[in-house]
């Protein structure tokens, strides 16, 4: 191994760090709020790229059909809540459902015109940021009061069903998005790519907007107050499934961001997302699933691990970076002291 | 209760006075990671005739997810409650082994539609029942190291999927490449979900074989592929007939141009010979299903052709005498499969015999090369 390889690993376990630093922040997001450890985040990054894929193909992408799926399960659950106040019902349909419906239409509305390029984008961002609430709506609302063990099984049934209506609406086969630029640099020895330069920036972007998010609005407050204190926000008026559905928004506008940017690197799959996810997840563990720069600095190590291992013992690499996550929580449990769930 | 009781009784009776039928049972991985080889498995079967042999036969299709306790668990629901004659499947050489014992054991006969030789490894008495209709890995890996050795090629690196698929082809190709005096060195492993193979495919630069094999399955394998081709490497790249669908080539695009790889004649039936009596077969087939569902794959072909041998074999195992639905037609059944002689299918023609439950020579593998985004004939 020499330099010029060194920093090509280096490269490449920034650039997949990057991404699966953005997954951390999204389930370490989600976890505070909720307390959802939210294994279908890997789904939302899968579909936005399967989405834009078929727009360049030409295609109607399935993301019509999802939605419209997601979005009418949400609204019967909304029905049936409500059933006896039609005003409400009203309401909180338009909160969780109307965005899919609406998204939907929007998908179809890009394709049937042919609309360029920077309207794909955004309808296909749109799109995967509505499933969000109605995500939120039909599986963790109604259960929003249970014990972390609870949620994190409904969790893994969610990404089951998300992967299941991949498969259904998006077919078996991968698909790549073409890159945004094709611009490359050249540092000395070293060839550094546009794409990755982006996926730098855009994370960095990210980490500092969410830092403002989070301390300066009043949405960002919110979500702190109920992260903090359920009862409590509760009590000062913050609306808990308003906050759910905020934060889940956030998640799957993290995760179409995600996707747009790994979208040009890889080959994506329907059941992509999980191992994605789970690799943000080893970074969000880190961090205790609770600080936000820990949760990133450990989702980029594990980026780089990754390059590294693939180069000295391909065969390993995931067994190396699974193995990660053991002596942090080992260290963890002798430096934490650990709460009864309540 | 007795009502209940006496309706089953007649419900019974009415299916055993119904006239003779043959149930096939199918068992596919329709979902999971080999999700893109089981589809068009699954449309090939709803394209097969619904009769066989002028008898009615009903075709039985689950999902095993992939997985292997789901084969095993389907098997055994085929096999105790539906009572099918035949099974085929699985898509996965995992699944297919994990299948061998269950259908040994309920004296099924079970086309494989697996990839590994060891699926009807003629050591294991078990296999008995068990037939295959894709090449053997070992007649494709012969294939490379020939085709590789003419072109004067002395070392080859090699990057392989990271399971039986990925390691029954090293077995095979070391032994190939040893044969044809080839040198197999680096050899690197990659996931079916790898975001990237950046470490493998410079530690493949830094050695700089003269040619690289990928052995991936359907559009992962473009991975290795393209990273290779954006790094500028020169030699030659060979993938293996896993990667026979369009889908591979619309993912690897303008990178996958000039390499090579064996595959059944079905992918460019098109460029076979008229001589050759696997173009017409290949061509009602392909016909057929483009019409139906969308560009070929060689996958729906394997399924094809256990379509192709059973069509020939059940004539025969009723000349018996034997019902279908009986142990004995299952009995005379095998026998017919393992009796089946030059039979041509899509993807080669069919010999088998006690000790070689699949039959297939060199005449169900041929080397293409992708040139301009499509298979072509191989020169050298």
Known sequence: ??????????????????????????????????????????????????????????????????????????????????????????????????????????????????????FQVIATVVAVMAMGPAVYRVAFQPIATAPVLTLLIVSVAVHFVLTGLGLLFFGAEGAR???????????????????????????AGLVIAMAVFFKVTLFGKALRATAANRTGARLVGV????????????????????????????????????????????????????????????????????????????AYKEVIVFTLILPVLLWRSFNTTHHEEE | ????????????????????????????????????LGIPEKNTIDLMPKKIGGLDVTYIVLDDASDTTKAVTNTKKLITEDKVDVIIGSTTTPNAMAMIDVVAEGETPNISLGGSARIV?????????????????????????????????????????????????????????????????????????DASTTGQTLKLMAANPQAVLIVGSGTPAATPHKELMGRGYKGRIYQTHGVGNSDFLRV??????????????????????????????AKEYITAYEAKFGPRTTFGGHAWDSYIVLDKA???ALKSGAKPGTKEFRAALRNALEGTKEVVGVHGVFNMSPTDHNGLDNRGRTMFMIKDGKWTLATK
């Open chain 1, 1 to 118: 191994m020499d330099v010029s390889i060194a920093a090509l690993l280096t490269q490449d376990g920034l650039t997949n760090g990057a991404i699966y630093c953005l997954i951390a922040l999204a389930l370490v997001l989600v976890f505070a709020v909720t307390r959802v450890i939210f294994v279908p985040q890997g789904e939302f990054v899968a579909f936005t790229v399967l989405t834009l894929a078929a727009f360049e193909q030409k295609q109607l992408p399935g993301t019509v059909w999802l939605s419209l799926a997601l979005g009418v399960a949400a609204a019967s659950a909304d029905i049936v809540a409500h059933r006896r106040e039609p005003g409400r019902m009203l309401r909180a349909i338009a909160g969780s459902a109307v965005p899919c419906l609406l998204s939907a239409l929007l998908v179809w509305g890009v394709f049937a015109t042919g609309a360029g390029w920077a």
């Open chain 1, 177 to 203: 998005i073409s890159p945004f630029t094709t611009v490359s640099f050249t540092f000395g020895s070293i060839n550094v790519s546009g794409q990755s330069l982006l996926v730098y920036a855009f994370t």
């Open chain 1, 239 to 314: 609306s808990p499934n308003f906050a759910g559905r905020l934060c889940f928004t956030l998640a799957a506008a993290i995760g179409a961001a995600s996707g747009l940017l790994i979208g040009p690197i890889t080959t994506v799959y329907y059941d992509s997302g999980f191992l994605v996810g789970l690799k943000g997840f080893v970074g969000a563990i880190v961090g205790g699933l609770a600080s936000y720069p820990i949760a990133a600095a450990g989702a980029i190590f594990v980026g780089l691990v990754e390059a590294f291992s693939s180069f000295w013992a391909s």
């Open chain 2, 1 to 36: 209760m007795v009502r209940i009781l006496s309706a089953a009784v007649a419900a019974t009776l009415v299916a055993t006075a119904a006239h003779a039928q043959i149930k096939v049972g199918v068992t596919l991985s329709l979902t999971g990671p080999a999700a893109s």
């Open chain 2, 121 to 193: 490894d003629p050591a294991n008495p078990k296999t008995k029942w068990v037939f295959k209709v894709s090449q053997h890995d070992s007649l494709m890996a012969d294939a490379i190291a020939v085709h590789a050795k003419a072109a004067g090629i002395k070392t080859m690196g090699f990057i392989g999927y990271n399971d039986a698929y990925g390691e029954g082809w090293l077995v095979e190709m070391k032994r190939s490449a040893e044969t044809a005096g080839i040198k197999l060195d680096p050899i690197e492993r990659f996931n079916r979900t």
């Open chain 2, 252 to 281: 690897v695009g303008k990178d996958g141009n000039g390499s090579f790889l064996p595959a059944g004649p079905m992918l460019s039936y098109e460029s076979l010979p008229d001589s050759n009596p696997i173009k017409k077969v």
């Open chain 2, 314 to 316: 059940v004539p025969v």
